[in-house]
T-cell receptor, first 115, second 107 residues
Framework: NAGVMQNPRHLVRRRGQEARLRCSPMKGHSHVYWYRQLPEEGLKFMVYLQKENIIDESGMPKERFSAEFPKEGPSILRIQQVVRGDSAAYFC?????????????FGNGTRLTVT | TQLLEQSPQFLSIQEGENLTVYCNSSSVFSSLQWYRQEPGEGPVLLVTVVTGGEVKKLKRLTFQFGDARKDSSLHITAAQPGDTGLYLCAGDDDMRFGAGTRLTVKP
């Protein structure tokens, strides 16, 4: 019974390149959340998606960042034209429902380093 | 967006001591979730508190939800080095997290 799978675990990109982070939710989960974490800090909400829909993207920068959760396949967080300030750990979490006590199950993150 | 403030931000104690960390907000929550994150890993759910005034125990960890459902506390009895980690609370309504309490328990 696989948990939330994120890949790659580590990603190195040069400034100006694109970064694609993938997240496969737990089986049966149709809700996906993306968070960003800087060293020694907490989790900052970025975006909440359900299958094929973005529900809340209020935490995501309007430029260069996009997210999708297609009908088939993993959720993708895309960062275009990366800058050094994008270096962080990006965590994905999935849940069975929106609220009502449905806990989040987290992956182990993708650590993005921009050189 | 419902803001959650966690305190203290950092806490370093000796093995065997007791401690309490707090999660406060001016907003009312349907429920609150507590997570623990260890280095290099994603957070793991510890407990969900739902009812105002509720107390839940998980071995040496005691979680309390305030009567008004605006705040919560986590008390650890006889802390052990294995308790070291980042403790995070999140409001169930929007799944935003507080900044966390980084706990270090020294042997």
């Amino acid at each position: 019974n696989a948990g939330v799978m994120q890949n790659p675990r580590h990603l190195v990109r040069r400034r100006g390149q694109e970064a694609r982070l993938r997240c496969s939710p737990m089986k049966g989960h149709s809700h996906v959340y993306w968070y960003r974490q800087l060293p020694e800090e907490g989790l900052k909400f970025m975006v909440y998606l359900q299958k094929e829909n973005i529900i809340d993207e209020s935490g995501m920068p309007k430029e260069r960042f996009s997210a999708e959760f297609p009908k088939e396949g993993p959720s993708i967080l895309r960062i275009q034209q990366v800058v050094r300030g994008d270096s962080a750990a990006y965590f994905c979490a999935s849940s069975r429902g929106r609220t009502g006590g449905s806990p989040l199950h987290f992956g182990n993150g993708t650590r993005l380093t921009v050189t | 967006t419902q803001l959650l403030e966690q305190s203290p931000q950092f806490l370093s104690i000796q093995e065997g001591e007791n401690l309490t960390v707090y999660c406060n907000s001016s907003s009312v929550f349907s429920s609150l979730q507590w997570y623990r994150q260890e280095p290099g890993e994603g957070p793991v759910l510890l407990v969900t508190v739902v009812t105002g005034g509720e107390v839940k125990k998980l071995k040496r960890l005691t979680f309390q939800f305030g009567d008004a459902r605006k705040d919560s506390s986590l008390h650890i009895t006889a802390a052990q080095p294995g308790d070291t980690g980042l403790y995070l609370c999140a409001g169930d309504d929007d799944m935003r997290f507080g900044a966390g309490t980084r706990l270090t328990v020294k042997p």
